[in-house]
């Protein structure tokens, strides 16, 4: 079974400052794992993907994530936050073994100041 | 990228009616739809697999009944809550597989919020 653990349900950085956003996945598949956005009241886009080719993986407006598989981690960094990065972001694992149906987690809120 | 439009983006109704929200993809064919529930400052719950021509496939819990979900064409899924309560109040988001995609990516609708009243 696929599971996926947000570590920190919010997450306050200031301006230009790093930003980390934890996230430990379980799967008995190799997976496919995402990051996605929401910003209030809108739908999810995605961020980035990894799906078994490199492991560093680059995404959209500066953010990136590397899958560590003896960790089981998929951690979302960027290096300078900005002020319109402030949304809620999932990570999420493909289901293989289905239908390829999305389990998402729990989401982590992050809050960009000043 | 691809586009998946939601209709309505906001509903509010009276308690007991029925209301059908559209999830289209636009600019592609989509064999397979997704339909999510998402409670406020909570994640995504998959409620049903909706798959072009045949019946979907609910998630344990969700009632069959009660959302009614239909995926008549290539470019479209609806999603209707019959006889609506205060407590079917939430978010609705819908996702879209490309068909002819390589990597196989969702692409998610904005969203339709539906308050009961």
């Known amino acids: 079974a696929q599971s996926v653990t947000q570590l920190d349900s919010h997450v306050s950085v200031s301006e230009g400052t790093p930003v980390l956003l934890r996230c430990n996945y379980s799967s008995s598949y190799s997976p496919s794992l995402f990051w996605y956005v929401q910003h209030p009241n809108k739908g999810l886009q995605l961020l980035l993907k990894?799906?078994?080719?490199?492991?560093l993986v680059k995404g959209i407006n500066g953010f990136e994530a590397e899958f560590k598989k003896s960790e089981t981690s998929f951690h979302l960094t960027k290096p300078s936050a900005h002020m319109s990065d402030a949304a809620e972001y999932f990570c999420v694992v493909s289901d293989r073994g289905g239908y390829n149906k999305l389990i998402f987690g729990a989401g982590t809120r992050l809050a960009v100041h000043p | 990228g691809a586009v998946v439009s939601q209709h309505p983006s906001r509903v509010i109704c009276k308690s007991g009616t029925s209301v059908k929200i559209e999830c289209r993809s636009l600019?592609?064919?989509?064999?397979?739809m997704f339909w999510y529930r998402q409670f406020p400052k909570k994640s995504l719950m998959l409620m049903a697999t909706s798959n072009e021509g045949s019946k979907a496939t609910y998630e344990q819990g969700v009632e069959k009944d009660k959302f009614l979900i239909n995926h008549a064409s290539l470019t479209l899924s609806t999603l209707t809550v019959t006889s609506a309560h205060p407590e079917d109040s939430s978010f609705y988001i819908c996702?879209?597989?490309?068909?002819?995609?390589?990597?196989?990516?969702?692409?998610f609708g904005e969203g339709s919020r539906l308050t009961v009243l």
């Open positions: 600019d592609f064919q989509a064999t397979t």
């Open positions: 996702s879209a597989r490309d068909r002819g995609g390589l990597t196989g990516e969702l692409f």
């Open positions: 990894y799906t078994s080719a490199a492991t």
